[in-house]
Nanobody, 116 residues
Framework: QVQLVESGGGLVQPGGSLNLSCVLSGNPSRLYVMGWYGQAPGKERELVATITSGGVTNYADSARGRFIISRDNAKNMGYLQLNDLKPEDTAVYYC??????????WGQGTQVTVSA
């Protein structure tokens, strides 16, 4: 019903920045919350940041102060700005969107690698 496609990942040196984008298509209505998860090799998928339709944000401790989540409801777009990247930020980053007490949708992920 709703498809999400991430882009913007790549190889970055420590201290560098990346801008991730998420394009929503299909029937992207009533999506109260959008978010980003990161899954490092051999680890569980972890929440990075969320943003509601009203613009209220929430960040994981490791992301707070470095990452910025945003969304453009009119354009059906989500964004995650990654700043001051560290090697431990290396992960596949997934875009998500959901309806209250209902459906949750996932993208296929984009690889972010932070290495010297």
């Amino acid at each position: 019903q709703v498809q999400l496609v991430e882009s913007g990942g790549g190889l970055v040196q420590p201290g560098g920045s990346l801008n991730l984008s998420c394009v929503l298509s299909g029937n992207p209505s009533r999506l109260y919350v959008m978010g980003w998860y990161g899954q490092a090799p051999g680890k569980e998928r972890e929440l990075v940041a969320t943003i509601t339709s009203g613009g209220v944000t929430n960040y994981a401790d490791s992301a707070r102060g470095r990452f910025i989540i945003s969304r453009d409801n009119a354009k059906n777009m989500g964004y995650l700005q990654l700043n001051d990247l560290k090697p431990e930020d290396t992960a596949v980053y997934y875009c998500t969107a959901g309806r209250v007490r209902s459906d949750t949708f996932w993208g296929q992920g984009t690889q972010v690698t932070v290495s010297a």
